[in-house]
């Protein structure tokens, strides 16, 4: 009994000092992913682009001035990255996506995936047999997504890195169980590019199959007050001023 007494506690107490020792220091533009009981922690800047990769143990009650942080610095990001846009999903829900966003790496893959299962980080090169293209491709940044009940990541706007114009594409990520990796572009139609190109948006999705993108910059760095929503269903896009006026953007 008392062996088992001493094995138990000298396990919490290495369990408690490793938790005390690993504190993320301060950052912004990261990234954040949600997995069973697991809060994930990607990348953000402080002076750089940072390779971090930690989470956040939600199994256990814990006080707010004490996190059970844990440190993945042995799988750590293979490049430094902020900005970047990520999902999950794959066959068991189980692997983190990561897409583009500025990076300290100008040859690295504009996709990654790490299996939260086998600890594995993979590169996902951008070829026909993967992808399906509906025009140029263009690395961007600063994109916002949302995940609907089949799988499929829908990101919207973003800049662009070539040009560093803000974006109107529509980006669908298909990572299910039935398909390889796949992703699809669409773009809303060029005479209204302006009006619905953002990036530093928020998007959400609603039980309706309706995603709501609200606000963000356009290219001088100037707020917009527009509303934009995407019927994933019925494949179409609206947008809103601030006066209630609508068009039409884009049949997807």
Not at 3 to 19: A, G, H, K, W
Request: aromatic content about 16%; overall charge negative; some cysteine.
């Amino acid at each position: 009994m008392n062996s088992l007494l001493f094995i138990f506690t000298s396990v919490f107490l290495q369990s408690s000092i490793v938790v005390a020792l690993f504190n993320p220091g301060d950052r912004c533009f990261h990234e954040a992913v949600h997995i069973g009981d697991k809060l994930f922690f990607l990348g953000g800047y402080n002076d750089n682009h940072l390779n971090d990769f930690f989470y956040l143990d939600l199994s256990i009650s814990f006080h707010k001035d004490i996190p059970p942080w844990y440190n993945l610095d042995f799988r750590e990001i293979p490049f430094g990255v902020s900005k970047a846009a990520s999902s999950f999903g794959g066959s068991d829900n189980a692997t983190i996506f990561l897409i583009g966003g500025e990076r300290n790496d100008s040859i690295s893959s504009y996709i990654y995936s790490f299996n939260t299962k086998s600890f594995i980080w993979t590169s996902h090169s951008l070829n026909k047999s993967s992808f399906e293209w509906l025009w140029t491709f263009e690395w961007l940044w600063d994109m916002k997504g949302v995940i609907d009940d089949k799988g499929r990541t829908y990101f919207y706007g973003g800049r662009s890195s070539n040009s560093d114009a803000s974006s109107n594409k529509l980006q669908i990520l298909e990572s299910n169980i039935l398909e390889p990796l796949k992703i699809t572009w669409f773009k809303s139609s060029s005479c209204y590019r302006e009006s619905s190109s953002r990036y530093g948006h928020t998007v959400t999705l609603l039980s309706n199959g309706i995603i709501v993108i609200i606000g963000g910059y356009v290219n001088d760095k100037s707020g917009i007050d527009k509303v934009s929503y995407i019927h994933i269903c019925k494949q179409f896009l609206l947008e809103f001023n601030s006066q209630g006026y609508s068009k039409l953007i884009m049949n997807i």
